[in-house]
């Protein structure tokens, strides 16, 4: 495949853009993997050409990519990024330990976003009161149904996820 075909040079493995770098040809997603599996030295990488690539190939993406998976790119090398900048830091000082710790909330973080993500589409797939279901002259706690539209609680539905995931952090410890 050249690089004159479509609007994303050799798109990689999952949709992700294709970087050819010193010491690395492949694309972001696999970058990401190797470096996740330490199956490449970090270190080597020029950090200033990666990130010209990708906003190349984010610039030339533009109208045919989705939003969503141009936001995914950018989380990518966000991670490599993270993953490089943790190696300038010396082992067994304080700030190693201290970039660990970061790099486990970093981690608990994104599971806890997953777990809202996959919260957020069992809630979509459930049946919407207004629209799915009907109730018999009972208000609904968290929403309403005005003129076909509707309208939330959004203070009502987020203290309802933030009791749920805090019950699911409790429920793990």
């Given at each position: ?95 190693q330990q201290a970039a660990e710790r970061r790099a486990s909330d970093l981690r ?59 019950y699911r952090i409790l429920a793990q410890q």
């Amino acid at each position: 495949m050249d690089g004159s075909s479509g609007a994303v040079d050799r798109a990689g493995e999952g949709g992700s853009p294709h970087l050819t770098l010193d010491g690395f040809d492949g694309s972001l997603a696999l970058l990401l993997a190797q470096a996740r599996a330490h199956q490449i030295d970090l270190s080597t990488l020029r950090l200033p050409e990666l990130i010209d690539q990708l906003a190349d190939r984010l610039e030339r993406a533009r109208a045919t990519i989705p939003l969503g998976h141009q936001a995914d790119w950018v989380v990518m090398a966000s991670w490599i990024l993270l993953l490089r900048s943790d190696l300038l830091l010396p082992r067994d000082a304080p700030a190693q330990q201290a970039a660990e710790r970061r790099a486990s909330d970093l981690r608990d973080r994104l599971v806890a976003l997953q777990e809202i993500q996959a919260l957020g589409a069992w809630l979509d797939q459930r049946p919407q009161l207004g629209r799915d279901v009907f109730a018999r002259g009972r208000s609904e706690a968290i929403g309403s149904v005005i003129g076909g539209s509707i309208e939330v609680d959004m203070i009502a539905f987020l203290w309802a996820c933030l009791n749920w995931l805090c019950y699911r952090i409790l429920a793990q410890q």
